[in-house]
């Protein structure tokens, strides 16, 4: 009978402790930090997205579907327009283009829920750093959790073209967009870092910026078995770092970004970010590198850095 009697007590008081630290936290406001990984960014409320005071004007975010030939099935994609789109005044201007590719996992609405994609333009636009901007966050898997596809032409499926031009002619063709190289840019988180200078070399007439978050330039054992099927011809065909030295012509405007991570499981894609860099420099391309250290390979790193590299593709996109 104590026994019980003690236990009942004791769970009385966790449960005023845990009352009264909520209490607490929620008087420090909305947006307590509760944690964050690689694939989630969160606070207390669960919505990191609180734009500052001096944000007055807001964009819209869309979902859209659309059918994609070459992948044979239909796609989900979300956009971002700017305040004022939809505005008559507004309907004879275009604009540039930001397609943001998520890393595994991933699916369409990572880099607005967890990036901040609309959050960054609406605050970077209230505050004169950009030009209005499109920005598209397509999906480059068939579910989050599902096979990777390194957004590529390969086993998985026809990635590559599915993004490159199913895509960009599906928001060219319902969008006011600047359809040209110098009115679009190409970029992503990991994988999607890699995807996107990937493509974004492979593809010069289509896209004038390219950025990479955390990526790799080299597919590795892994990715030449998963997507080419073990075709090492085909793993060099889409590893920039073996490719790059033999482009011919102008590269697009090149952004990377990379943590700093000696010793750890990601020093090694640091290393290629600096090789990749020392190339650019020595071939005279117009590009950026940030390596800050004490990054993460995590939404909250990415997110931070976005904000730069919008301003980067604003000052070289028409």
Do not use: C
Request: a negative charge.
């Amino acid at each position: 009978m104590e026994k019980g009697f003690r236990a009942r007590r004791h769970r009385w008081k966790r449960l005023i402790f845990v009352l009264i630290m909520l209490a607490a936290q929620a008087s420090l406001g909305v947006g307590v930090f509760v944690g964050y990984s690689y694939w989630e960014y969160r606070t207390f409320w669960g919505d990191p997205n609180a734009s500052p005071s001096d944000v007055t004007s807001f964009g819209t975010v869309e979902t859209k579907t659309f059918y994609s030939e070459a992948l044979g099935q239909t796609m989900e994609y979300e956009i971002y327009l700017p305040p004022g789109y939809d505005d008559l005044w507004h309907r004879f201007m275009h604009y540039p283009v930001v397609y943001l590719l998520h890393g595994v996992p991933g699916t369409d609405d990572d880099w607005v829920s967890k990036g901040g994609a609309a959050d960054a333009m609406d605050t970077l636009l209230a505050r004169k750093q950009v030009q209005p901007m499109l920005v598209v966050i397509p999906t480059g898997a068939n579910a989050r959790w599902g096979p990777e596809t390194g957004w590529v032409d390969g086993s998985q499926g026809d990635w590559g073209t599915y993004t490159t031009k199913d895509l960009v002619s599906e928001v060219d063709s319902n969008y006011r967009t600047v359809a040209s190289a110098d009115g679009r840019a190409i970029a992503g988180n990991s994988e999607g870092g890699w995807a996107a200078v990937n493509l974004g070399l492979k593809n010069p007439s289509k896209f004038g910026v390219v950025g990479s978050f955390s990526g790799y330039f080299t597919a590795d054992d892994q990715d030449k078995n998963n997507l080419f099927d073990g075709d090492q011809s085909l793993a060099d065909a889409n590893s920039p770092t073996s490719y790059l030295p033999r482009l011919g012509g102008d590269l697009p405007a090149i952004y990377l970004l990379q943590e700093q991570d000696r010793g750890g499981r990601f020093q090694q894609d640091f290393e290629e970010n600096q090789e990749f860099a020392e190339e650019l420099k020595a071939r005279g391309a117009t590009y950026e590198f940030d390596n800050p250290s004490g990054g993460d390979h995590n939404w909250d790193f990415w997110r931070a850095y976005l904000p730069d590299f919008l301003i980067f593709t604003s000052e070289h996109l028409r």
